[in-house]
């Protein structure tokens, strides 16, 4: 065990793992992560704590995560370059694992562009590999970047993200494997609307050995409606959305309940998939249906590990 | 090259509105190349500052200068009895000629007429692209060829990003992901295994980051013995 957290020992049980996303408020109340928290406990394994999606100033996500561990949820604190130079991310990874947050995901992060402070200053010391890479080499040898023993090393496991859908698509199984070199213990895809085109992906990764060397969550995200789904296709880049799941969204007759639906095929088709590990479920907004979505997919109860 | 924008004219107008005599100084370099500042460009910024002052009934003399290099102080020299002579300058360098007069005339007022953008390349008429941050160490024979500090909005070193779309940027779609291109150049060049290594963290002292860079070369530096020969030839 390198950090001994659930998410942890459900892959090295060899169960298949289910997390999902709690997104902190945009205010200093916490009052709306414990009532996540509450609401989703036992639905999944471990819970992401978005580090200021899409840039938008929220709560932290390291002071989110102990909200959320206090009412048992198991956090993965989210953790992007664009706004810490390494003397303050590495400061916060002794921070999280001092707190006992025991799940980092290593992210790039978005560009301060699309949120609500477009006049911050970038940082970008590191991107996703490179901190991963760091981040792992305090972790193993106790050793920061710029040389520096310290006695105590963090525990923590380490995860990263990767989009099979972004541009060029040949090189995305590489990118993989640059992270599990770097040290990536588990990895979350981008959601999963082009199944075939994910399975391609999963060929590759498969026949680079990754599905052996990296716990793979394939993301998937519940939509509520076909202007939702349209929306994705059309306006966030690298995020590809056929046409006949659009129909079919726009076609249901219950848009919210063919969203739930489709979704629930999905990690169905997953589930039966060679190398994936589990799903990372993103329900932006609509929290609330994970337990649902995660009973519908037979995927109740979660494992409980000692 | 250096390359410029002038600033909105209510902007420079507001800045000048004050002072009787001004000199509009040009730039024969980077800024004239980059159609911001040079000869032509001070003259008609002159002529524009001169209506509005009559227009608005205000008594200012505006001249347009221009000298060859205004980041060098042989060259700024020249214009210098014009200088002593002015209320305020206007600089249509870039910030290093502004900087340069401010530095030897301290007690004159310069203001910038042009906001410096970006280390650039001309890719067609009348477009200017930014291909340099001036990162202090060069790794462009590491990645085909086009620099992911400048080129990447996330200066990432392990690129292409989620956010690659058609081999575009997400933060601004008209633009080239450099690490979609960089892909593509070690593709054709055949050295995909530079892309497939993790890139550690680069060391930024070089940069801005390690505080103002000085760059000296001693062996071009003139002796005190050569610095009055030079002094006496003037």
Redesign the interface.
């Known amino acids: 065990m390198k950090a001994g957290s659930n998410l942890e020992k459900v892959f090295e049980s060899d169960r298949f793992a289910v997390t999902a996303e709690i997104g902190p408020p945009q205010s200093a109340n916490p009052e709306p992560l414990v009532h996540h928290a509450r609401m989703l406990k036992g639905s999944a394994d471990a819970f992401n704590l978005t580090d200021n999606q899409t840039a938008v100033v929220r709560l932290s996500s390291i002071a989110s995560a102990v909200v959320v561990m206090r009412e048992g949820v198991e956090p993965v604190i989210q953790m992007t370059c664009r706004d810490r130079n390494r003397i303050a991310l590495q400061s916060d990874l002794l921070g999280a694992s001092a707190l006992g947050i025991r799940n980092v995901l290593c992210l790039t992060g978005d560009h301060q562009i699309f949120g609500n402070e477009k006049g911050a200053k970038s940082v970008f010391d590191f991107d996703s590999v490179s901190e991963l890479a760091v981040f792992d080499k305090l972790r193993r040898e106790g050793k920061q970047v710029g040389g520096q023993e310290i006695k105590d090393p963090p525990k923590v496991y380490l995860g990263c993200a990767e989009n099979p859908f972004a541009t060029p698509y040949e090189f995305r199984a590489a990118r993989l494997a640059k992270k599990v070199a770097a040290g990536a213990d588990f990895v979350q895809t981008q959601a999963i609307f082009d199944m075939d085109m994910f399975e391609k992906w999963m060929d590759e990764v498969r026949a680079r050995g990754l599905d052996k060397k990296v716990h793979i969550l394939a993301g998937v995200l519940p939509m509520k409606t076909a202007g939702a789904a349209r929306y994705m296709k059309n306006k966030v880049p690298g995020m590809i959305v056929p046409n006949h799941i659009i129909d079919r969204m726009k076609n249901a007759k219950d848009s919210k309940e063919e969203g739930i639906k489709l979704c629930v095929e999905q990690i169905e088709t997953l589930k039966g998939m060679k190398g994936v590990h589990g799903v990372h479920i993103m329900a932006v907004m609509w929290e609330e249906m994970v337990p649902r979505i995660v009973q519908e997919a037979g995927l109740m109860p979660r494992p409980s590990i000692e | 090259m250096i390359v410029a924008k002038r600033k909105p004219m209510a902007e420079i107008a507001e800045m000048v509105a004050p002072y009787k005599s001004v000199k509009v100084i040009g730039c024969r370099s980077c800024v004239a190349i980059c159609l911001a500042g040079g000869e032509k460009e001070a003259r008609t910024l002159a002529s524009a500052l001169r209506l509005k002052a009559r227009k608005e009934g205000r008594k200012q003399e505006f001249e347009a200068l221009v000298v060859e290099r205004q980041c060098e102080k042989e060259w700024v020299k020249e214009v210098e009895d014009k200088i002593e002579d002015s209320d305020l300058v206007l600089s249509m360098a870039c910030s290093l000629g502004a900087q340069t007069i401010g530095d030897m005339y301290p007690k004159k007022l310069v203001f910038p007429a042009l906001n410096t953008g970006i280390f650039g390349v001309p890719e067609e008429q009348g477009v200017w692209s930014e291909k340099c941050v001036g990162c202090g160490n060069c790794i462009i024979h590491t990645t085909g060829g086009i620099c992911p500090i400048a080129r990447c909005?996330?200066?990432?070193?392990?690129?292409?990003?989620?956010?690659?779309?058609?081999?575009?940027c997400?933060?601004n779609?008209e633009v080239d992901?450099a690490w979609?291109a960089i892909?593509?150049r070690l593709k054709v060049q055949n050295r995909m295994q530079l892309?497939?290594?993790?890139?550690?963290?680069k060391d930024?002292s070089t940069s801005h980051s390690g505080g103002r860079r000085v760059y000296v070369r001693e062996d071009a530096k003139l002796t005190q013995h050569q610095k009055k020969g030079k002094e006496a030839v003037r």
């Open positions: 909005a996330k200066s990432m070193l392990n690129g292409p990003c989620g956010g690659s779309a058609n081999g575009k997400e933060v779609l992901c979609y892909h593509e892309i497939e290594q993790v890139s550690p963290p930024w």
